[in-house]
C-alpha cells in the first residue's frame, strides 16, 4: 500500500522546545517537500530536497532545518527559533523530473 | 508577495450548479497549472493539471480553462454535489518543480 506518512496527526509542545516532525514515503519519489498551511492562506514551502543528502530553502526556512539521509525520509524539526510555529504541516513528494506533487495526511503543531 | 492570486475565497452553490474559481499570476515562467482539493483536517490531494499549451482540460465534472495572453486559468466544477464540499488550490510551478499556491477557495455545495 504505497503512500506518504506523517506522524504523528496532532503534536503539542511548550514554547522553546524544538520538534521533529515525521515524514516518510514508499512511492520510490526522489523529490520532497515540506510546507506550512495557516487559516485563509495557501500553502508556503518551507525546504525541499531533489536527492539525498541535498536540501534547499524554500520561501519560509527561517527556524526550521531538515535532513535527508535516507530516499524514503525527510524529517522537519521545528526550532525554538520559529516565531510562530502553530500551523499544519504537510509534506510532499514527486517522482524526478515530474510536476506531480503527492501529499501527506498532515502534522497539526500546536505550541503553547 | 504571492505569486498566484486566487478567488473569490468562498462561494456557495445549490447541488447540480457550477461553481467556478479564477486565479491569476504574472510569472510567465510557470509551465504547469495544478488544481488540488482538500478537505479539511486532511493533505490536498491532486485534482487535474493543465499546461500552457492546451487552452482546456476536462476530467470528469471538473474542467480547467487556461488563457495564456492574459495569466490566469480557472476551475469549472460542473453538476456540483455534496461532496464536492471542500477547500481548492490553485498553484504554478516553475520549471525547478516548485510549486506556488494561490490562497484556496472553500466550496460549500447546498443539497
Known amino acids: 500500500d504505497g503512500g506518504i506518512t506523517q506522524s504523528p496527526k496532532y503534536l503539542f509542545r511548550k514554547e522553546g522546545q524544538n520538534v521533529t516532525l515525521s515524514c516518510e514515503q514508499n512511492?520510490?519519489?526522489?523529490?520532497m517537500y515540506w510546507y506550512r498551511q495557516d487559516p485563509g492562506q495557501g500553502l508556503r514551502l518551507i525546504y525541499y530536497?531533489?536527492?539525498?543528502?541535498?536540501?534547499q530553502k524554500g520561501d519560509i526556512a527561517e527556524g526550521y532545518s531538515v535532513s535527508r539521509e535516507k530516499k524514503e525520509s525527510f524529517p522537519l524539526t521545528v526550532t525554538s527559533a520559529q516565531k510562530n510555529p502553530t500551523a499544519f504541516y504537510l509534506c510532499?513528494?514527486?517522482?524526478?523530473?515530474?510536476?506531480?506533487?503527492?501529499f501527506g495526511p498532515g502534522t497539526r503543531l500546536t505550541v503553547t | 508577495q504571492q505569486q498566484v492570486k486566487q478567488s473569490p475565497q468562498s462561494l456557495i452553490v445549490q447541488k447540480g450548479g457550477i461553481s467556478i474559481i479564477n486565479c491569476a499570476y504574472e510569472?510567465?515562467?510557470?509551465?504547469?497549472f495544478p488544481w488540488y482539493q482538500q478537505f479539511p483536517g486532511k493533505g490536498p490531494a491532486l485534482l487535474i493539471a493543465?499546461?500552457?499549451?492546451?487552452s482546456e482540460k476536462k476530467e470528469g465534472r471538473f474542467t480547467i480553462s487556461f488563457n495564456k495572453s492574459a495569466k490566469q486559468f480557472s476551475l469549472h466544477i460542473m453538476d456540483s454535489q455534496p461532496g464536492d464540499s471542500a477547500t481548492y488550490f490553485c498553484?504554478?510551478?516553475?520549471?525547478?518543480?516548485?510549486?506556488?499556491f494561490g490562497a484556496g477557495t472553500t466550496v460549500t455545495v447546498r443539497a
Open positions: 510532499a513528494s514527486s517522482p524526478r523530473d515530474r510536476d506531480e506533487q503527492y
Open positions: 512511492l520510490n519519489h526522489d523529490a
Open positions: 530536497s531533489q536527492i539525498v543528502n541535498d536540501f
Open positions: 510569472n510567465t515562467a510557470f509551465d504547469y
Open positions: 493543465i499546461r500552457p499549451d492546451v
Open positions: 498553484a504554478a510551478s516553475n520549471p525547478d518543480y516548485k510549486l506556488s
